[in-house]
């Protein structure tokens, strides 16, 4: 029968741990540290390729659109034309400022779909976003929003240098 007590002959305390020694916590401190930067690395890397192609639902930062950009332009209307089936109009503007590809003092010539297209006629000032895949649609932007959209992609344009360009969102 357990009366509580128990004799010291029968319970022996155990030797107190040896501290670790002074090289394993200098390698324990190293791995740990080293797993917090690679962490952070992973998480830098990540953060950076959502921040240049979108938030992985298919919509494009801006540093993506400059990227992906073909001619980033502005300039005044100089002739509006049809185009092609669909209603769309092709476009030709002389360009006056080019953030990307096009050349200023030249004619820059795209399509815009007419639904999505801001109505333009020779003689109206636009600023003009047309992306390197042709399925994708031109941005125009006229009016107020000419420089709201340049200050937009003054500032994009030299972000996105490095961004790498995948494809259509």
Do not use: N
Request: aromatic fraction near 4%; charge should be neutral; charged fraction near 20%.
């Amino acid at each position: 029968m357990d009366t509580g007590q128990h004799s010291a002959a029968t319970e022996q305390p155990s030797p107190p741990a040896a501290p670790p020694s002074p090289g394993r916590r200098r390698r324990t401190r190293l791995l740990v540290a080293g797993g917090v930067v690679a962490a952070l690395v992973v998480a830098g890397l990540v953060a950076a390729r959502l921040a240049a192609t979108g938030d992985g639902q298919g919509k494009p930062t801006d540093t993506g659109i400059a990227s992906c950009a073909r001619h980033i332009a502005e300039g005044v209307v100089s002739e509006v034309s049809p185009s092609g089936a669909g209603g769309g109009r092709q476009v030709t503007i002389q360009v006056e400022t080019s953030l990307k590809g096009a050349e200023v003092g030249k004619p820059l010539t795209y399509d815009v779909d007419e639904p999505s297209g801001a109505q333009v006629s020779p003689g109206t000032r636009v600023f003009v976003i047309v992306s390197r895949f042709p399925a994708e649609p031109v941005h125009q932007y006229v009016g107020a929003d000419v420089a709201w959209a340049r200050d937009w992609m003054t500032r994009a344009v030299p972000l996105s240098q490095d961004v790498p360009c995948d494809g259509p969102a």
